[in-house]
């Protein structure tokens, strides 16, 4: 079992870290939308900050504050920092197409 997330928040573009494997779940549900489109990006910060995220087969657990999940999009996208997408939408918020596309790589969420 494995815990992804944390606290984040790097003051430079990162790269995606092909280790994590919720990361690259959401680079391939969702990385394309998210790196065309600003709305894609901020409904995926609203999916990340505050919201727990598990694997069931493998046990794997996800949670990220709002800089992390503002670092993962930077990340994503390839530019910029978590600064960028800080507070870019409502928190704890996942839309049914973020769902659908993370439920495809075997995770699911609950919000608090």
């Known amino acids: 079992m494995a815990e992804y997330g ?7 573009t990162r790269g995606v870290d092909p280790e994590d494997a919720f990361e690259m779940a959401v680079v391939r549900a969702m990385g394309d939308r998210i790196r065309a489109n600003d709305e894609a990006a901020a409904a995926m910060w ?24 503002g670092d993962m999009i930077a990340a994503i996208r390839g530019q910029g920092t978590y600064m960028d997408w800080y507070c870019c939408g409502p928190s704890g918020t996942v839309s049914d197409e973020i769902a659908a596309a993370m439920a495809l790589e075997g995770w699911v969420f609950s919000v608090d």
């Open 6 to 12: 944390g606290w984040g928040g790097l003051d430079e």
């Open 46 to 69: 609203s999916a990340l900050a505050n919201v727990d995220w598990r694997h069931p087969e493998t046990g794997d657990n996800a949670s990220y504050t709002f800089r992390a999940a």
